[in-house]
């Protein structure tokens, strides 16, 4: 094993016990909610809780601690992008937690000249970590990844993102070119979920008109180490402003591309 490969096996192993750190004190907050609803917005249904930040708080000192030198850069802080950058969404599908929905998790990926290779998630309520290196597989709490054999789009469940972020119009087209190509289309909160459910093979496909790299940049390595197909995402312009993505298993690649094609 190179110099290289013990500092990225190290990078590894230390963002899958900081996802797992990470993920208690969201459940803990979680649980904590009480009754009453508090809702922050940064914008139109772009939720903020507090919790958000302290868990980037909490996953940039760990990240520090071990590794002083490497850059960061989390959704709700920011940060800088250096040779070696940790992206970081604390929390993917704050709507839900906010709303008390457990469909969310907290997602960690390490970037080296531009090129994840490690990619981190984990949904604390369902105590599941998605994990992978470059070239080393995916795994699903220890457990190796494979996306689903699915061939025909007529069977097949692809999940369609968006925000706020892009006009409306993009969304409706994209979803009646799948609904018309015979696909199951689903909408739910969590882009690094969705994307980490075509990894491991519950459902085909997750494509999105936009998305930030702290959002996806952890998960579509974990399709691309499962045997899927990812759309070229994190581009240098993504780091800044997010891009297009579309992840799926192999043989849907060609017709997803012409329906995301607007
Ligand atoms: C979410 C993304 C999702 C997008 C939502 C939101 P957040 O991330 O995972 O794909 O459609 O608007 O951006 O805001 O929950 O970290």
């Known amino acids: 094993m190179t110099d290289v490969d013990v500092q990225l096996t190290h990078r590894y192993l230390a963002a899958c016990a900081i996802a797992r750190e990470a993920g208690r004190l969201i459940r803990l907050r979680f649980e904590q909610r009480g009754d009453a609803l508090t809702l922050k917005f940064k914008g139109p249904q772009d939720y903020l809780t507090e919790t958000d930040a302290e868990v980037e708080r909490l996953i940039a000192a760990r990240l520090a601690e071990s590794f002083p030198d490497d850059d960061f850069f989390g959704e709700e802080g920011g940060g800088s992008f250096g ?5 970081v969404d604390p929390i993917d ?6 709303r008390g929905v457990p469909y969310f998790c907290v997602s960690i ?26 070239g080393g597989g995916a795994t699903l709490n220890g457990a190796s990844l494979k996306v689903s054999p699915i061939t025909d789009i007529r069977e097949a469940v692809v999940e369609l993102g968006w925000s706020s972020r892009v006009p409306f119009e993009g969304y409706a087209a994209v979803h009646a070119r799948l609904h018309a190509l015979g696909a199951g289309v689903k909408r739910r909160g969590s882009g690094a979920l969705g994307i980490a459910n075509v990894a491991m093979g519950r459902q085909d496909a997750y494509c999105e008109l936009h998305i930030n790299a702290w959002d996806a940049a952890a998960a579509v390595l974990l399709v691309e180490e499962a045997g899927g197909w990812a759309s070229d995402f994190l581009t240098p312009e993504c780091l800044q402003h997010g891009n297009r993505v579309i992840v799926c298993t192999p043989a849907l690649r060609e017709q997803l591309e012409r329906a995301m094609d607007l």
């Open 83 to 87: 040779r070696d950058v940790w992206i």
């Open 93 to 98: 599908g704050t709507a839900d937690f906010a």
């Open 109 to 134: 990926a390490f970037v080296r000249d531009g090129r994840t290779e490690v990619g981190v998630l984990y949904d604390p309520m369902h105590d599941e970590l998605f994990a992978a290196q470059r």
